[in-house]
């Protein structure tokens, strides 16, 4: 049994060119009937595939991070001792900080070359393709940062051992936030400078977020269990899947009314 | 009168709490009515608009 | 049973002039309730016994942080129905809370902070109570500012109901998070008046406080929902009546 080559290549192929007409046309044309994991998994890819093609974009929500790092010793006191006590506060801080920066970007390109309109009318479920977006940007923004916060973990005097539970809370911490940031980003679609609106909608609901991974990263800097908040955490995450697509896709239908 | 005032103490944390609330009460009282006297204002202007449109 | 009464509040020209019609049948008893509410609070009221006369702020802070969290609800329930069976008039109810909640979140916080400094001896306090009306706040504020950046009114309709309900079903879960982060840093004793019940003569003036500010909202929500079914209206021979008036 052949794989739909055709549709794939057609579906890369239309990636080729983002910002021409049509591209999102051929999307939708290319897969007919292709069913809503095979359009969420199509759109995965095109997200990853266009993202790549701007790598340099990609860095900035972690150099951001580094800064923010970076900027609390200075602001408070090289030793590592004291740093070691903010540092799950640092962290968290600069993990939202970071992901809300790349927030922006979730919908805006495709908001302006008509894309999503496409995955709207393109009688795919928008629920799925919105969950295939808010993936995409967690592979692109929550996990390098989750893959960073050891880095940055150490240079706030964290031991080693900690490391793991660091990395692990801040990978779930980021689910969660790109799940809640989809949302206020679906709704600030078309808002012109909507930075200021988009952090004020989504702060606020990432508040638990913020308050479990913390919590979670510093039982890990004590080298304490960090079972409880951590499963906190991943309850938050497993609800933000449940729930936040559906309330972009709705969002998204409302904005391109 | 003045241990009303006084308020056991604590005059200076009571009578504030309670000025700012009946601070809040009242620009509550004034805004609605403002919003709607604008939106009367607005409404005429719009059927105005429409009458000369015709 | 005849439920025309009930499929009439959709109709905006009919909710106007019933919102005319009933604003001082809550204003006035709110006006009542309140004043009552107050003579019984601040002056037949017995001081407590730990805090003294300046527990009596508690019948400006509470009737204020009720406000804040039910008119919130209100805003969420009415934007869901206008949402889910597209009805402009519950938008407009949506649209009149939000800047009453507002206010009233801040005056709980103001008033909860003047009680936190003889109390506590600190103006602010992470307590869980005063940190999720702050985040309240927050969720207001968002919700105004996004009505407010959207130009097409339905779009702001409908998207400020998104949010609107995604922040309700929030609300308790954000409660939930504070207050398991303040106990885990063992913050002083949240205030309480330490009597484990309120003896009548304190209780019954809080009550009235409550019922009255509620009468108050209530009023204060006809007022302001005429000027959003108005502005809401386009076409529309019965504005003209209206408007001439």
Request: one cysteine or more; hydrophobic letters at 55%; aromatic letters at 10%.
């Amino acid at each position: 049994m052949s794989r739909p080559e055709g549709t794939v290549a057609q579906a890369f192929r239309a990636v080729g060119e983002p910002t021409a007409p049509g591209t999102a046309a051929g999307f939708a044309v290319s897969m007919p009937r292709a069913g809503a994991l095979e359009a969420a998994r199509l759109a995965l890819l095109r997200d990853l595939q266009l993202a790549f093609r701007k790598r340099g974009q990609l860095v900035q929500p972690l150099a951001f991070f580094a800064m923010v790092t970076l900027l609390f010793p200075l602001a408070i006191s090289p030793e590592l001792a004291r740093l070691r006590e903010l540092a799950p506060g640092v962290l968290w801080v600069g993990a939202l900080l970071g992901s809300l920066l790349a927030l922006e970007f979730l919908f805006r390109d495709d908001a302006h070359d008509g894309t999503l309109e496409q995955y709207a009318l393109s009688g795919q479920s928008l629920t799925a393709l919105m969950f295939a977006k808010t993936f995409a940007h967690w592979l692109l923004t929550g996990l390098p940062l989750a893959l960073m916060a050891p880095i940055a973990a150490l240079s706030l005097g964290v031991a080693t051992a900690a490391l793991p539970g660091i990395l692990l809370s801040v990978a779930v911490g980021t689910v969660a936030l790109s799940l809640i940031g989809s949302i206020g980003a679906a709704l600030t679609l078309g808002i012109k400078r909507s930075g200021a609106l988009l952090s004020l909608l989504t702060l606020p609901l990432s508040l638990p977020v913020l308050i479990f991974g913390a919590r979670a990263t510093q039982l890990a800097i004590h080298g304490e269990s960090l079972l409880a908040p951590l499963e906190l955490l991943a309850a938050l995450a497993v609800l933000g899947i449940t729930l936040a697509p559906l309330a972009s896709a709705a969002a998204v239908r409302i904005s391109l009314e | 009168m003045r241990a009303f005032f006084d308020m056991g103490g604590y005059a200076a944390f009571v009578w504030p709490a309670y000025a700012v609330t009946l601070a809040v009460v009242l620009l509550n009282i004034f805004w609605a009515y403002r919003a709607l006297e604008r939106s009367r204002t607005e409404a005429r202007r719009r059927l105005q608009v429409q009458g000369e449109r015709r | 049973m005849n439920w025309s009464w009930f499929h009439r509040l959709a109709s905006p020209p009919h909710v106007y002039a019933l919102a005319a019609r009933l604003t001082p049948w809550f204003a006035w008893p709110a006006a009542v309730a309140i004043i009552a509410g107050l003579w019984g609070g601040l002056v037949l009221a017995p001081p407590d016994y730990q805090q003294g006369d300046g527990f009596r702020i508690i019948y400006v802070h509470a009737p204020s942080a009720w406000m804040s969290l039910m008119v919130y609800v209100t805003m969420a329930v009415s934007a869901a129905v206008g949402l889910v069976w597209r009805i402009k008039v519950a938008h407009a109810v949506a649209a009149s809370c939000a800047p009453i909640g507002a206010s009233f979140t801040f005056a709980a916080l103001v008033t909860g902070a003047l009680w936190g400094q003889p109390m506590w001896g600190t103006y602010w306090q992470w307590d869980p109570r005063l940190t999720s009306e702050l985040v309240l706040l927050f969720l207001y504020l968002g919700y105004m500012g996004l009505r407010a950046g959207i130009e097409d009114p339905q779009r702001a309709d409908r998207a400020s109901a998104v949010l609107a309900v995604v922040g309700v079903v929030n609300v308790p879960i954000i409660h939930y998070s504070v207050t398991w982060w303040n106990s885990l840093h063992q913050a002083p004793s949240v205030m309480r008046l330490a009597k484990p019940a309120m003896p009548l003569a304190m209780l019954l003036p809080l009550l009235l406080m409550l019922l009255g500010f509620t009468l108050f909202f209530v009023a204060l929500l006809l007022v302001r929902l005429r000027g959003e079914v108005l502005a809401r209206e386009r076409a529309a021979s019965w504005i003209r009546e209206v408007v001439s008036a």
